[in-house]
């Protein structure tokens, strides 16, 4: 799975992952890594990093059956970044602002905290 020119593009030249400063090569290397691990969450935001910079124009996104049944969907990358931007907008973030991901990366909302930080330059703690 490589690292697609997009991803590269969509990546915040000032996203820091738990105080880290990566671009999409050091990201891409850190999540093959966490896909490793024993640790479910670490496993889930390894594997939605990788997917994430793939050159996949889509990924698939499970909800979290917290309203209903859990549903499997698939959602452009270009939505996600879109809806990522907006939200910035809407809540005034800028690049350097922090924030926390103590959400499971293998839903939709933790999936996209990830991408609000990648596309605006967070730096995202995850916990």
Known sequence: ?????????????????????HDAKTLGAAAQVWVNDIDAETHAL????????????SVSL?????????????????SMHESARRTGQFFDL????????????????????LVRAMTLGLSLDVV
Request: hydrophobic fraction near 40%; proline fraction near 3%.
């Open 94 to 113: 800028h690049a350097g602002n922090t924030a926390l991901l103590c959400l499971p990366a293998r839903y939709i909302a933790g999936k996209m905290m």
């Open 1 to 21: 799975m490589g690292i697609s020119l997009l991803a590269m593009q969509r990546l915040h030249p000032q996203f820091c992952l738990n105080g880290v400063s």
């Open 46 to 57: 390894g594997t939605f990093i990788l997917e994430w910079l793939s050159d996949e124009t």
């Open 62 to 78: 499970q909800t979290s059956g917290s309203t209903g049944t859990a549903k499997q969907l698939e959602v452009t990358k270009a």
